[in-house]
C-alpha cells in the first residue's frame, strides 16, 4: 500500500511570498491532518479534516494560512504572505476510520528568508 | 501540551534491547498510550499503542504497567537504523489529535 505522498519535498520563499503544499492520503483514509514541525520540537497539529470537511482548525493561523480538501482525497495547505516564523517542515497525515491510526508523509521542508 | 514525561535521551548498545520509559501519570480510562519515532529527516513512523493489555509487534513491545501511570516501549534488539526521537503521546479513544512533546533522542551505538 502506497504511503502518504507530499511535494514538494523542499521549499524556499522570501518572506511575504505566498506557498503552497501538496498531499495525497493513503487511499481510502477519511482523515487527513497537517501538522507544522519547528525545528527541535513535536509536530504541531494545525488542521484535520474528516473527508472534505473541517474537524479542527483550531491551531491554523487563519490570517495567513489556509486549507482545503475540496473532493475529500488530496488536500492544499497555503501560507500568504509567509513569514520568517513559519520556516518549519509541514507533515501531512492520514488515518482511516476503521483502525484511526495516524501515518504521516516526509514532509515538506519551508525555509523563509 | 503533552501529557506525558519522557527522559530528552538515551544512549543503547547495537544488539542488545532499548527499553524507553514513558510517564503518563495523569491518563484516564479511556486514552490510549501511542508510541511513534521520528529518523532524521522523515515523517513521524507508527510504531504501536495500547490502552491496558501490553501490546507486541513486529517492531516493538509496549508494557503499561498496572495502574497506567507509566508505560516502557522495549525495542527487543536494537540496530544502528533505529537511532531517532521516540515520542510517547496519550489520546483518547474518541479524539484522533495526537499532541507530541519533545520526544526521547535514542541514539544505538555500534
Known amino acids: 500500500e502506497a504511503g502518504v505522498a507530499q511535494s514538494p519535498r523542499y521549499k524556499i520563499i522570501e518572506k511575504r511570498q505566498s506557498v503552497a503544499f501538496w498531499c495525497n492520503p493513503i487511499?481510502?483514509?477519511?482523515?487527513l491532518y497537517w501538522y507544522q514541525q519547528i525545528l527541535g520540537q513535536g509536530p504541531k497539529l494545525l488542521i484535520q479534516f474528516q473527508n472534505n470537511g473541517v474537524v479542527d482548525d483550531s491551531q491554523l493561523p487563519k490570517d495567513r494560512f489556509s486549507a482545503e480538501r475540496l473532493k475529500g482525497v488530496d488536500s492544499t495547505l497555503k501560507i500568504q504572505p509567509a513569514k520568517l516564523e513559519d520556516s518549519a517542515v509541514y507533515l501531512c497525515a492520514s488515518s482511516s476510520q476503521r483502525t484511526d491510526t495516524q501515518y504521516f508523509g516526509p514532509g515538506t521542508r519551508l525555509t523563509v528568508l | 501540551d503533552a501529557k506525558t514525561t519522557q527522559p530528552p535521551s538515551m544512549d543503547c548498545a547495537e544488539g542488545r534491547a532499548a527499553n524507553l520509559p514513558c510517564n503518563h501519570s495523569?491518563?484516564?480510562?479511556?486514552?490510549?498510550v501511542y508510541w511513534y519515532r521520528q529518523i532524521h529527516s522523515q515523517g513521524p513512523q507508527y510504531i504501536i499503542h495500547?490502552?491496558?493489555n501490553n501490546e507486541t509487534n513486529e517492531m516493538a513491545s509496549l508494557i503499561i504497567t498496572e495502574d497506567r501511570k507509566s508505560s516502557t516501549l522495549i525495542l527487543p534488539h536494537a540496530t544502528l537504523r533505529d537511532t531517532a526521537v521516540y515520542y510517547c503521546i496519550v489520546r483518547a479513544v474518541n479524539d484522533y489529535k495526537l499532541s507530541f512533546g519533545a520526544g526521547t533522542t535514542v541514539t544505538v551505538r555500534a
Open positions: 495523569t491518563i484516564s480510562g479511556n486514552e490510549y
Open positions: 487511499s481510502g483514509h477519511a482523515t
Open positions: 495500547g490502552l491496558k
